[in-house]
């Protein structure tokens, strides 16, 4: 392992200066590597215990965040601090569980992860049949039913990840390769819901899920948050959900004479449902706690439009802590999202100190970090639905999730690609640096969906996800990535992603500034952007729209 000394000398990079960075913005502005750096170190460490929300790791980013803030020189929304009540509500299923599916035994995390967002003590579930439903897509647009003439009471629905464009990505169905919103397991869950089923579980495959079994043993067991719903929205909801491994699901369908292969390959051609002529036993102990959760939201006011805002966001939750686990059981999450966190933190200094030398925008900058967004986007959604500044004066979202820790590129990659008008602002910014937009490399893990921008975009607000890039500016970085990629190998959601003193930041700080320019140029406009006529939030805020016409 090379050390950060070696490293800086091969690479001369100025990420390993440790010293402030200059970028070509409107308005030349200094980015402090070594504060950024340290914002990502603090946040991570083991002292803020992975950042669970409506836990002690809560209470210290909150105090951080909000002594951040203060010290930048951000309004308080509310007048008194920075905090947006969040109500949630915390579940937590018994890791002592009995798991029956037809005539699998099955074992809790190593098998199967289950369970339930409701309020009762126990879940006990006796002979539920046992109901394939494809993809469990209904989607009118598509001509897709999964559900057609299917009655799901008192019934449990088996499900296969991602959508039917993954599996036939030359068919013409659904948006091909690049996942639908119908391909995200919060979907799925929610239309078995909708349909009256008892309980869905869908079935892990690593490669159409976009994460290993590892990530789904690691982010839904233990205590699990959702936002508090009404008694009707509670009642509806299917009463277990959760995953169950390939190799299990293989197993159950050849108890039911079927080929799991077989069936699949049918349910991306054509909507299907299908008993399994089997029945589940589900019991466990189950716990339900209410405890308000918090965004941290502050303003930065514009000098002539201070109703019209342009919002940052990052999440700046995690997993928390698993005492289950043997030797490292903090989940830090450094990368994930501590450095989207500490970028909103550095950019809102550079807004401020502009200001403070007279160049205010015209337009307000808020900055949002959001609470539970592993469990679901749950601050995000509820920010969105309760907005400290109405939705419909609310211009765009840029939003910094994962930031980019392996240097330099020569193309910067923006997420969803094509969506809304908005990207052209990030477009134009990227000439002072030589790079071009691309797309992801893997638009079929559905990253649009799975992060706090899409809370925004489903409500009409045009929002970009956004930084990286998949082409290292030269050889050195190129080098670098590589041995860095085989540090950070299997970190995604899991106890080993933790801040590194060799991390070479010099890209994620470029990135930051694409963010700043792009917002420095849409804060002292009079556009309004909108999303582009073929995609689906057109209908909420078109593509050339004036302010007037958007919020109407």
Not at 24 to 29: C, L
Not at 163 to 171: E, F, I, T, V
Not at 315 to 337: C, M, P, R, T
Not at 447 to 472: L, N
């Amino acid at each position: 392992m090379r050390s950060i000394a070696s490293i800086c000398a091969l690479t001369m990079l100025t990420a390993c200066s440790q010293h402030p960075v200059t970028v070509s913005t409107p308005v030349n502005v200094t980015f402090d590597e070594s504060r950024f750096r340290q914002d990502i170190k603090t946040l991570s460490s083991d002292k803020f215990e992975g950042r669970a929300p409506t836990t002690k790791g809560e209470q210290l980013t909150l105090d951080y965040l909000s002594a951040a803030f203060e010290e930048i020189g951000l309004s308080k929304p509310n007048g008194n601090d920075y905090l947006q009540a969040v109500p949630m509500v915390t579940y937590t299923a018994s890791d002592e569980q009995t798991i029956r599916l037809g005539d699998l035994a099955l074992k809790h995390r190593q098998d199967v992860v289950l369970g339930s967002r409701h309020d009762v003590a126990n879940i006990d579930i006796n002979n539920a049949p046992l109901v394939f439903v494809g993809y469990g897509i209904n989607a009118p647009e598509y001509e897709w039913n999964d559900y057609q003439d299917l009655d799901m009471s008192g019934k449990i629905a088996v499900i296969l990840v991602n959508d039917p464009g993954y599996a036939l990505p030359n068919s013409g169905k659904f948006n091909g390769k690049a996942m639908t919103y119908y391909g995200r397991w919060s979907y799925k869950f929610e239309e078995a819901s909708r349909q009256g089923a008892i309980g869905a579980i869908i079935i892990h495959d690593t490669k159409p899920a976009s994460y290993p079994w590892s990530v789904v043993e690691n982010s839904w067991t233990g205590a699990q948050q959702d936002l508090v719903k009404s008694e009707e929205e509670q009642a509806q909801r299917v009463k277990v959900e959760g995953w169950i491994t390939h190799d299990i699901a293989n197993q159950l369908f050849d108890s039911a004479g079927l080929s799991l292969a077989t069936v699949s390959d049918r349910a991306a051609a054509s909507p299907i449902n299908l008993p399994l002529n089997q029945t589940a036993s589900i019991a466990f102990a189950n716990q339900a706690q209410y405890t308000d959760s918090y965004n941290v939201v502050a303003t930065l006011p514009g000098n002539s439009r201070p109703d019209e805002h342009l919002l940052f966001t990052a999440h700046w939750d995690h997993i928390g802590v698993d005492s289950n686990k043997e030797g490292d059981q903090i989940y830090n999450g450094a990368l994930d999202n501590a450095s989207g966190t500490a970028g909103i933190l550095e950019i809102a200094r550079q807004f401020a100190k502009q200001a403070k030398n007279g160049h205010t925008l015209a337009r307000s900058v808020t900055f949002i970090a959001t609470t539970g967004e592993e469990q679901g986007l749950l601050g995000s959604r509820y920010y969105a639905s309760n907005p400290i500044y109405p939705i419909d004066k609310s211009v765009a979202v840029f939003n910094l999730d994962s930031t980019n820790i392996y240097g330099r590129t020569t193309d910067y990659t923006i997420i969803g690609k094509g969506k809304s008008e908005l990207e052209n602002y990030l477009i134009d910014a990227l000439k002072s640096q030589n790079r071009v937009a691309k797309s992801e490399k893997y638009p079929e893990s559905g990253g649009f969906f799975r992060s706090d921008h899409f809370s925004f975009a489903k409500e009409g607000v045009p929002a970009v996800f956004a930084g990286g890039g998949s082409e290292p500016v030269d050889e050195a970085t190129a080098q670098y990535k590589a041995a860095m990629k085989l540090k950070m190998k299997g970190c995604y959601h899991n106890v080993c992603d933790e801040y590194r003193e060799d991390w070479d930041l010099s890209g994620a700080l470029e990135d930051l500034a694409i963010y700043y320019q792009a917002a420095s140029t849409l804060g002292n406009n009079n556009d309004w952007p909108g999303y582009f006529a073929d995609t689906e939030f057109n209908a909420l805020r078109p593509a050339g729209d004036t302010l007037e016409q958007a919020s109407q």
